[in-house]
């Protein structure tokens, strides 16, 4: 079964960075786009970041610039660089992986989610 762990989430105050990892357990074959979401308790799920396997990024308007998504491919992991944290950022992030194993299983994956907390 293929699993995402996510760390590096935490506490930190305004202004503060932190540097999440999502890893797979696993070898995942075939994947096309990694990205990170985010959810605040009310609030809907919505995508803050993602990568594709030819390295094109997309970023939600509120972190353009104080973000960055990267990935290393050897260690099947993606990472958020996360900077100038405001306290809007804090919520839930979730890692997913989306990819194609062969022409008749598409799949899309999910870590479990990493608290970030931030304080005013």
């Known amino acids: 079964q293929v699993q995402l762990v996510e760390s590096g989430g935490g506490l930190v105050q305004a202004g503060g960075s932190l540097r999440l990892s999502c890893a797979a357990s696993e070898s995942i074959f075939g994947i096309n786009v990694m990205g990170w979401y985010r959810q605040a308790p009310g609030k809907q799920r919505e995508l803050v970041a993602t990568i594709t396997r030819g390295d094109s990024t997309t970023y939600v308007d509120s972190v353009k610039g104080r973000f960055t998504i990267s990935r290393d491919n050897a260690k099947n992991t993606v990472y958020l660089q996360m900077n100038s944290l405001k306290p809007e950022d804090t919520a839930v992030y979730y890692c997913?992986?989306?990819?194609?194993?062969?022409?008749?299983?598409?799949?899309?994956?999910w870590g479990q989610g990493t608290q970030v907390t931030v304080s005013s």
């Open positions: 997913n992986v989306k990819g194609r194993r062969s022409a008749w299983f598409e799949y899309d994956y």
